[in-house]
């Protein structure tokens, strides 16, 4: 999923890193009460300041750190639901098969 939603932010990096902000306000009004969760938003806001190339390599890091990042990433809705579940699918095929 991560991938994916790196792809996206190379072809429209303003409109995704956008995207990113307008969630991670919309949550932190809804969430205002709740230090631990304002602490991730913030973190990844500073990450939204980088360049789209350095979100995208942390967003895609298969590290205890990007693992941890991509749990409460910003990114919901950037790519469309159907889509999501399209990828959820292949790769629940993929780990039966093995």
Do not use: C, H
């Amino acid at each position: 999923m991560a991938r994916r939603v790196a792809e996206e932010l190379s072809r429209r990096p303003e409109e995704g890193v956008a995207f990113a902000r307008e969630n991670l306000d919309r949550w932190s009004q809804r969430n205002r009460d709740s230090p631990s969760l304002l602490r991730g938003y913030a973190e990844w806001r500073a990450l939204l300041d980088l360049p789209v190339g350095e979100v995208i390599a942390i967003l895609t890091a298969e590290t205890d750190e990007g693992q941890r990042l991509r749990q409460n990433s910003p990114f919901p809705g950037i790519i469309p639901y159907e889509e999501v579940w399209e990828i959820k699918r292949r790769e629940r095929e993929a780990q039966d098969a093995v």
